[in-house]
């Protein structure tokens, strides 16, 4: 029997990112079972101001956690709708955003960055649970104000959150968008939005 090695391991050469696209062809099905959860979300008129508070679990499957320690960055992104309930798929929302995050590790100094796109600010972990702990706690995120909003109607607030896949490195995609693996996301959770009091919005 020869001892050469196969196509495949050749064309990995020492290039962790295509070794792991190649193994996760073969992954089980039953390795997958994670996934996102938002358990708690809470709005409510602040002054002049609708805010959302927020809980995310985010947890990942062995694969993720695997590219991650394989310097594979992740970006998370939690998108934020307001809407008038009852509102048709088409009906454009009254407030939409979305919220991007990034998280790197660094296997020289063992740390797990986190990056906020949006404000390209920086935190660093010791631990990716307290890496994803953090990324998970969303407060007194400032929506839109009750002024740009009917005041007949009735209006929710909605999150969901989900590993974007497109922004993964290339090599890396083709498995991903095939993978429940790496198809990462919560479900919609809604919250409504107080009406404002009577005279003035609410202090």
């Given at each position: 029997?020869?001892?050469?090695?196969?196509?495949?391991?050749?064309?990995?050469?020492?290039?962790?990112?295509?070794?792991?696209?190649?193994?996760?062809?073969?992954?089980?099905?039953?390795?997958?079972?994670?996934?996102?959860?938002?358990?708690?979300?809470?709005?409510?008129?602040?002054?002049?101001?609708?805010?959302?508070?927020?809980?995310?679990?985010?947890?990942?499957?062995?694969?993720?956690?695997e590219?991650?320690?394989?310097?594979?960055?992740l970006t998370?992104?939690?998108?934020?709708?307001?809407?008038?309930?009852?509102?048709?798929?088409?009906?454009?929302?009254?407030?939409?955003?979305?919220?991007?995050?990034?998280i790197?590790?660094?296997?020289?100094?063992?740390?797990?960055?986190?990056?906020?796109?949006?404000?390209?600010?920086?935190?660093?972990?010791?631990t990716?649970?307290?890496?994803?702990?953090?990324?998970?706690?969303?407060?007194?995120?400032?929506?839109?104000?009750?002024?740009?909003?009917?005041?007949?109607?009735?209006?929710?607030?909605?999150?969901?959150?989900?590993?974007?896949?497109?922004?993964?490195?290339?090599?890396?995609?083709?498995?991903?968008?095939?993978?429940?693996?790496?198809?990462?996301s919560?479900?919609?959770?809604?919250?409504?939005?107080?009406?404002?009091?009577?005279?003035?919005?609410?202090?």
């Amino acid at each position: 029997m020869s001892d050469a090695p196969s196509p495949a391991r050749r064309a990995c050469g020492n290039k962790p990112a295509v070794w792991l696209l190649l193994t996760l062809l073969w992954l089980p099905a039953a390795a997958w079972g994670a996934d996102f959860e938002i358990p708690e979300l809470e709005c409510r008129l602040a002054g002049d101001m609708y805010r959302l508070d927020a809980d995310i679990k985010y947890r990942l499957t062995e694969q993720v956690r695997e590219a991650l320690q394989n310097g594979v960055m992740l970006t998370l992104e939690v998108h934020v709708q307001v809407r008038r309930r009852g509102a048709w798929i088409w009906q454009d929302d009254a407030y939409s955003t979305r919220l991007r995050y990034s998280i790197h590790f660094h296997a020289l100094a063992a740390l797990y960055q986190v990056q906020d796109i949006h404000h390209d600010t920086r935190e660093d972990f010791v631990t990716l649970n307290a890496a994803l702990g953090h990324l998970g706690r969303i407060r007194n995120l400032p929506l839109l104000g009750p002024q740009h909003l009917d005041p007949e109607g009735a209006y929710q607030a909605r999150l969901k959150a989900s590993l974007d896949v497109d922004a993964l490195p290339l090599p890396l995609r083709p498995v991903a968008y095939l993978s429940p693996s790496w198809n990462l996301s919560s479900p919609w959770r809604a919250c409504p939005l107080p009406p404002p009091r009577a005279g003035g919005a609410a202090g």
